[in-house]
């Protein structure tokens, strides 16, 4: 199964931007990378996905290498509710099996 | 629409014991994944079922199962019960079984094994 890596935690202030960092030198060319984060004491929820180009959502963005090998994720705002562990995910194409990692711990400060 | 529910959440157990744990998928949804959290491992992936037939299996042993009903309910079934068994077990719902489809988390039950 391809590894990702992540810094182990990130501190950012509120109402900022935030950009948390991705490393997947492994990936393969049908692997996606998902983002998932768990708040305290509740199970993950999914943040955004993308395969070769970059993506936005309502949540936030998820910008790609071209080489794919790196890929960030980025708050536009954070805000005190987007603490949490931030994982990153390659998600295989069979489907099914979310391989995690041991994630971003992200604190925000008011 | 309701989202995935797990039942029971909480559950004492002691050694040598079986348990069961129970999964509710979103309405529609036909994949089910188990995953364990555990502070020492993370989240690890048990298994995943789609259409009652089990698709991958992580790296646990013989003494874990599950399956899943033609509802797309799922069980998951620990026998022999050992201390390190304890953690929070989280289920997953999607669509379908592909890399495309985001998963639905459960709050989980948490497992203690005294």
């Known amino acids: 199964d391809a590894k990702t890596t992540q810094p182990n935690s990130m501190e950012s202030n509120e109402e900022e931007p935030v950009h948390l960092p991705c490393n997947h030198s492994?990936?393969?060319?049908?692997?996606?990378i998902h983002w998932y984060r768990q708040l305290p004491s509740q199970g993950p929820e999914y943040v955004i996905h993308g395969l070769t180009s970059n993506v936005n959502n309502r949540m936030a963005s998820l910008a790609i290498a071209e080489d794919r090998k790196s890929s960030t994720l980025i708050l536009h705002r954070a805000t005190l509710r987007d603490a949490a562990v931030y994982y990153c995910i390659l998600y295989d194409n069979q489907g099914g099996k979310l391989i995690f990692g041991q994630g971003t711990e992200l604190s925000v400060k008011p | 629409k309701a989202g995935v529910t797990q039942t029971p959440r909480y559950l004492i157990k002691t050694r040598g014991q079986q348990v069961t744990l129970s999964c509710s998928p979103i309405?529609?949804?036909?994949?089910v994944s188990w995953y364990q959290q555990t502070p020492g491992q993370g989240l690890q992936f048990l298994f995943e079922y789609f259409s009652e037939t089990q698709r991958n299996k992580g790296n646990f042993p013989g003494r874990f199962s599950g399956r899943q009903f033609s509802n797309s309910r799922s069980e998951m079934n620990v026998s022999t019960l050992e201390l390190g068994d304890s953690a929070l077990y989280l289920c997953?719902?999607?669509?379908?079984?592909?890399?495309?489809?985001?998963?639905?988390f459960g709050p989980g039950t948490r497992l203690t094994v005294l």
């Open positions: 997953a719902s999607s669509l379908y079984i592909d890399s495309y489809n985001e998963q639905f």
């Open positions: 309405s529609g949804h036909r994949s």
């Open positions: 492994t990936i393969s060319g049908t692997d996606y």
